[in-house]
């Protein structure tokens, strides 16, 4: 229920979201856009949360492409059939995981350029 300058009633139905609870913005300020994706605990708007679910998958897959790329490392080379069969899926793996990140990281850019237009 809302009541007027004038004291009168209003009982419109109101529906308010609270803002976006992202923090600083680059230009300095706040987001002023109403939060409405729940994320990790905060209320985001939808190219914030976007932007930080983006972020999220990128991290996920650099620390792929790290312990792959460890385990290629401290993979003793031998003549043997079986590790050369695991290092070449490893290797295989890891290029189609370097892709996903390549492509995460065009999402996040193209997340980033919607909030800046």
Same mark, same amino acid.
């Given at each position: ?26 230009? *300095? *300020? ?14 985001? $708007? ?24 460890? $385990? ?46």
């Amino acid at each position: 229920m809302l009541v007027s300058d004038d004291g009168k009633i209003n009982d419109l139905l109101t529906i308010v979201y609270p803002r976006c609870e992202v923090g600083d913005t680059l230009q *300095g *300020g706040y987001c002023e856009l109403s939060g409405k994706i729940g994320f990790k605990g905060l209320l985001l $708007c939808e190219r914030h949360a976007g932007q930080l679910e983006a972020q999220d998958r990128i991290n996920l897959l650099e620390g792929i492409v790290s312990s792959l790329g460890l $385990c290629l490392r401290s993979i003793p080379l031998r003549k043997h059939k079986y590790l050369s069969m695991l290092v070449r899926a490893q290797r295989a793996q890891r290029a189609q995981v370097t892709r996903e990140l390549a492509h995460a990281r065009e999402d996040l850019r193209g997340a980033m350029e919607e909030g800046s237009s």
